[in-house]
């Protein structure tokens, strides 16, 4: 089982303030309090995961809610490994992790996206991601969730 890293905490946190703001400035919604319980958890263990199964149930309900709203896979459709390559030179996941993404569970998922975007090497995020979000027909940069999720950058 793979673990969830702590910038994923973090994401889910600032994703649910985005979404439910405190009312008066000091109290948090219940999906931040339980995000935040396990972030700070990890911060006082210097700790960069948190164990997937054995994550409270109510943070694991807020961060799966946060991961709902993310992209599911990274693949731009332009799979190498059905042309042999151990690494798909589109989306940068290994043949495995194709193959089996389908049974993978969202923390796993998580763990290969870290990865991914961590090395940046994948046709997703280089230009031709660029010219892909900026040819005819294709949505604006700012609208397309998947295309923000996936910048190095941003991560």
Not at 44 to 71: I, K, N, V
Request: aromatic share 8%; hydrophobic share 35%.
């Amino acid at each position: 089982m793979a673990g969830i890293h702590i910038t994923d905490i973090e994401a889910a946190i600032n994703w649910w303030r985005e979404r439910s703001p405190s009312p008066d400035g000091i109290t948090a919604c219940p999906e931040v309090r339980a995000l935040a319980e396990v972030y700070a958890l990890m911060v006082y263990g210097h700790e960069a995961l948190c164990d997937e199964p054995t994550m409270p149930a109510r943070a694991r309900q807020a961060w799966l809610a946060w991961y709902d709203s993310t992209p599911d896979a990274p693949c731009i459709a332009i799979c190498s490994t059905a042309q042999g390559d151990a690494l798909c030179k589109g989306c940068g996941r290994t043949e495995d992790e194709v193959q089996h993404w389908p049974a993978l569970s969202p923390g796993e998922k998580r763990s290969v996206w870290r990865r991914i975007t961590m090395e940046g090497t994948a046709w997703r995020f280089n230009r031709y991601a660029e010219r892909v979000r900026s040819a005819p027909g294709a949505e604006p940069a700012a609208s397309t969730a998947s295309s923000k999720a996936a910048r190095p950058s941003d991560r």
